[in-house]
């Protein structure tokens, strides 16, 4: 759909919006420390994706977009989805603020 698509686009450009906003001493990186590196690179820019969608009143989009990312292979995106949940999506962002 093309809402996916447009969540893909959204997606790259924040790649480029947080270069060099993710603070060196991010005690949630710390925390997972130990996952992939792909899944730690997305940590941060996963949450804030979900923000804006549900800032926007955007969840069913959302849900889409996290239902096509569950099914990419290696898994990366599906591991950093469950992380978010289980952390919330705010903590990640509180730590883009500092």
């Known amino acids: ?3 996916v698509t447009i969540g893909i686009i959204h ?19 710390e925390k997972y420390k130990n ?15 979900q923000a804006v969608y549900t800032h926007l009143h ?11 990312d569950m099914q990419l292979p290696p898994g990366h995106y599906k591991r950093t989805w469950e992380i978010i949940k289980a952390e919330g999506y705010l903590p990640f962002i509180d730590e883009i603020k500092q």
Do not use: F, M, W
């Open 35 to 49: 996952e992939e590196p792909r899944v730690k690179v997305h940590l941060h820019l996963l949450a804030l994706q």
């Open 11 to 29: 997606h790259e450009i924040l790649h480029h919006y947080l270069l060099g906003k993710i603070p060196n001493d991010s005690k949630l990186l």
């Open 58 to 68: 955007l969840e069913k989009e959302l849900n889409d977009i996290i239902s096509k």
């Open 1 to 3: 759909p093309r809402h």
